[in-house]
Every structure is written in structure tokens, then in C-alpha cells.
């Protein structure tokens, strides 16, 4: 398996526009999670999904933020319009079952996103 | 929200030393795990121990968890250039609201192992 799969992995925008970032979980996997990075804050979860329907997204910084997964091998984190704040590294992990008690997520590569 | 906290911040040894890591967490959870992230890179799994067990180990790597105290702590042995990276534990505690569990990470620690 290639694993959880993100794209783009580094993406430079400027501020107000819309900024759209990609993942595709492992094949299997039935849960999937969005996490975003920075200095500050360290990781945080902003979504998850079971199923492509989504189950928490308390960590959801603001209505600038949406995500969307619209089938089992793909979702979409979008952030529209995006700030200079939103400079972080987004990652995408995936799960196999409900319960972390038996396995550990899979994390892919991670987006580098730069808003200037 | 960050449950675990670890500690040290930032750890250097010589090749060949043991590192130990450590993570006191603040709620009742149900498994904790330990990642590690090289520079650049997205984290990866190490190794799992349930709230029910008190150690674990994987090849070079010793878990310990005490959840009376709500910490935990990682072992490295036999440390090398490779090991050099990010580490980070992570607390899996059921969330009420949506009855699945909820994963939090803490900050980390950055290894450097000195050749």
C-alpha cells in the first residue's frame, strides 16, 4: 500500500484566496483525520470522518474552514479565504478500526501551507 | 486542546546512550501511543500500550505507563544518528459526546543523538 497519500505538498498562496488540500486514506481505512501543525500550537485536530461522514469538528478554527470527504479513498480540507495565520502543515492521517485501541493511525506526508 | 505534555523539550545524547522520554497526560484515557517525526516528515507510529498494561516493549523501544500518576515514559536503547527526530505521545480518550475515541498529541520532544 503507498500509504496515506496528500497533495500538494508544499502550496504558497496569498492572503484571500482559496486554498484546497487533498488526501487519499489507505485503502481500508474507515476513519480519517485532519491535523494541522505549527510552532505554537503543535498538532491539532481540526476533523475527523467515519464512514466519509463526519463525526467531531470542534477543532475547526473557523467558518473560513471546511471539509468535505465524498467517498471512501478521498477528502478535501478547504480554507476559503485564507489568512496569513493559517501558515501551518496539514496533515491527513488514516485508521482502521474505532477503537485506537488495537492500531495507531497512519499519517501522511503532510501539506506545507504558506499564506502570504 | 493538549492532554500530554512531554518532557524534556528537547534532548541531546551520544550515539550508543539510552534516551528516555516522558508523558504526563491530565484525564482518564483508554490506550497511549508514542510517534516519532523526522524533520519534514509526517509522524509515525511507534508502538501502543493499553490503559491496562504497564509496559511494553518493541525491538530498541520500552514503554512504561502508570496510570495512577497519568504518565508514561519511552525508552530508547542503544540510541543512534537515526533515532534523531521528533517524538510525540498521545492520549486516545472516548469522547462522550460521539462515542468514539479522540486522539490528542502533546508537544514533543526533540531528539538529537550525536554521532
Known amino acids: 500500500d503507498a500509504g496515506v497519500i496528500q497533495s500538494p505538498r508544499h502550496e504558497v498562496t496569498e492572503m484571500g484566496q482559496e486554498v484546497t488540500l487533498r488526501c487519499k486514506p489507505i485503502s481500508g481505512h474507515d476513519y480519517l483525520f485532519w491535523y494541522r501543525q505549527t510552532m505554537m500550537r503543535g498538532l491539532e485536530l481540526l476533523i475527523y470522518?467515519?464512514?466519509?461522514?463526519?463525526?467531531?469538528d470542534s477543532g475547526m478554527p473557523e467558518d473560513r474552514f471546511s471539509a468535505k470527504m465524498p467517498n471512501a479513498s478521498f477528502s478535501t480540507l478547504k480554507i476559503q479565504p485564507s489568512e496569513p495565520r493559517d501558515s501551518a502543515v496539514y496533515f491527513c492521517?488514516?485508521?482502521?478500526?474505532?477503537?485506537?485501541?488495537?492500531?495507531?493511525?497512519?499519517f501522511g506526508s503532510g501539506t506545507r501551507l504558506t499564506v502570504v | 486542546s493538549q492532554q500530554g505534555e512531554e518532557d524534556p523539550q528537547a534532548l541531546s545524547i551520544q550515539e550508543g546512550e539510552n534516551a528516555t522520554m516522558n508523558c504526563s497526560y491530565k484525564?482518564?484515557?483508554?490506550?497511549l501511543q508514542w510517534y516519532r517525526q523526522n524533520s519534514g516528515r509526517g509522524l509515525v507510529h511507534l508502538i501502543l500500550i493499553r490503559s491496562n498494561e504497564r509496559e511494553k516493549h518493541s525491538g530498541r523501544l520500552r514503554v512504561t505507563l502508570d496510570t495512577s500518576k497519568k504518565s508514561s515514559s519511552l525508552l530508547i536503547t542503544a540510541s543512534r544518528a537515526a533515532d534523531t527526530a521528533s517524538y510525540f505521545c498521545a492520549t486516545a480518550s472516548r469522547d462522550s459526546k460521539t462515542s468514539y475515541d479522540k486522539v490528542i498529541f502533546g508537544p514533543g520532544t526533540s531528539l538529537s543523538v550525536i554521532p
Open positions: 470522518f467515519n464512514n466519509n461522514v463526519p463525526i467531531d
Open positions: 484525564t482518564s484515557i483508554n490506550n
Open positions: 492521517a488514516s485508521s482502521l478500526t474505532r477503537s485506537t485501541a488495537t492500531y495507531g493511525y497512519t
